[in-house]
């Protein structure tokens, strides 16, 4: 069974930035397409963004322009790299592959000022 850690999340003010990671435990990573998810309080748990193993990358329109997603097969590691944060991207972030495997802990992100 494959292990997912995050790491990254923080408070930040309005406008700042963050940079999520998460480390997948095994090998399989670089045969999935991996995706960050995020749940606010009281609302569903949402995908944000997306990579196929070729590097091809899709979006929520909410964070499009402001958040990208990367990967490294090497360190079995997917990012998020969070610009421009706002308000309404507090949530905890977690990370999975296509199709899910088990939920890690996540990491929280709050954006306040």
């Known amino acids: 069974q494959v292990q997912l850690v995050e790491a990254g999340g923080g408070l930040v003010q309005p406008g700042g930035s963050l940079r999520l990671s998460c480390a997948a435990s095994g090998s399989i990573f670089k045969f999935r397409t991996m995706g960050w998810h995020r749940q606010a309080p009281g609302k569903q748990r949402e995908l944000v963004a997306s990579i196929t193993i070729g590097g091809s990358t899709n979006y929520a329109d909410s964070v499009k322009g402001r958040f990208t997603i990367s990967r490294d097969n090497a360190k079995n590691t997917v990012y998020l790299q969070m610009n421009s944060l706002k308000p309404e991207d507090t949530a905890t972030y977690y990370c999975?592959?296509?199709?899910?495997?088990?939920w890690g802990q996540g990491t929280q992100v709050t954006v306040s000022s």
């Open positions: 999975n592959a296509d199709p899910l495997w088990s």
